[in-house]
């Protein structure tokens, strides 16, 4: 086969035109018949020099083994609303950890974790979301093959979270919506539609500590966009808001944080990483996915709490920026997600959400004991951490 080259090859050139020359070359008449090679054993003539030992025929050179080339990496698609809770695979996608698993991960954007549900019990995608709405438990009690594996998002004491009860300035700043208790004389953004969403449901356990109910508030169904404007012309008194809307609205100077999801319930988990359950059965691929995701998460928490350098916090921030379409200046001054550094979500706040809206009527069809066992995937966690260690959860 002719191959071209774009640089020639002196010595090579040289000796392929010397063969092929002699190969060309015409054949001289028939060759002297050679002599017969005297037997080894013959005696030299006289004067003769020692014969010299034949050499040894030439060891050819060993061939090199071929490789397998390495397996393809694995397609996995994964439901995203561009929210700074998926910042563990943002980190992880950045930095090379999935790529590390041989995992490929296609992000597709929904417009929120309901309308990806579908998709994720058709097996149209492998990974979503499993957050604790009335959407995923009429979705369990159908049947859906998902399993709850990870925490993807837990309020935990003592870190204020991505999303918190904020009151309009002009109404603190006249000593009302000082407490949690004065909020029933005003009226409260939560995100639509108000009570049937986990916002209610965390709201919901903190008001029974001050022996109120949602049923004691004017709620106002918004969505977080559209509260920053509304603290902004009074329409609304407080809301219940999430980043990065609340840290526009800080910037605006029209509110004052009351208090966060971590202290209406501590350690509420709003959402779960959620596994179709063909991919939770294909372990090494869903092991190798989770340990990626909590690797990520660990970067993220450490660069958050100052235990690594102002360059690295830099270097994540950009990464949620870029993953999110925020700025980076937004970023760096909001609230953030916070996580279990071992990715364990709190089972007990979701039964608790669980329980609230069946008490609401949003879930008819009541999931058996059994069917809620089956729905936890947290041994494939510890399996991951049974690799790569634990850490300290307070």
Known sequence: MLRCYRRSQPLQFAVSALLALAACAPASGPAAPAKPAAPSNAPAGPGAAPAAPAPAAPTAPAQPTAQAPPPAPTHL???????AVDVGFYVAE???YLTQE????????????????PALA???????????????????????????????????????????????KEVWDRGQGRRLEDLKDLTLGIVSPGKGTTSGCALSAGLQRVGLTLDDMHIEGLS????????????????????PFMSRARRQGTIVRLM????????F??????????????RPVAKGLVKAYIRGIRDYLDARAGRTSEADRAQVEDIIARATNLDAATV???????????????????????????????????IPDATFANLWGTDLVEEVLNDIGRRPED
């Open 224 to 243: 977080f966009a559209d509260m920053v404007g509304a603290l902004a012309n009074g329409a609304v008194d407080a809301a219940m808001i999430s980043e």
């Open 102 to 117: 041989g995992i490929d991960l296609e992000q597709i954007y929904f417009a929120n974790g309901s309308e990806a549900m």
């Open 77 to 83: 698609r994964m439901a995203y609303q561009r929210l």
């Open 94 to 96: 950045a930095r090379g």
């Open 332 to 366: 760096h001054e909001m609230d953030p997600p916070n996580f279990n550094p071992n990715g364990l979500p709190n089972k007990e706040s979701m039964h608790y959400c669980y329980q609230f809206f069946r008490d609401l009527g949003l879930v008819p069809q009541p």
């Open 122 to 168: 058709t097996g149209q995608l492998e990974i979503g979301g499993g957050a604790a709405n009335p959407a995923m438990f009429n979705a369990l009690a159908r049947g859906i093959p998902l399993k709850a594996v990870a925490d993807r998002g837990t309020f935990r004491p003592g870190s204020p979270g991505d999303q918190a009860i904020v009151v309009r």
């Open 260 to 267: 966060g999801v971590e202290d209406l319930y501590p350690n």
């Open 269 to 282: 988990t709003l959402t779960t990483l959620g596994l179709h359950e063909e991919l939770y059965k294909n």
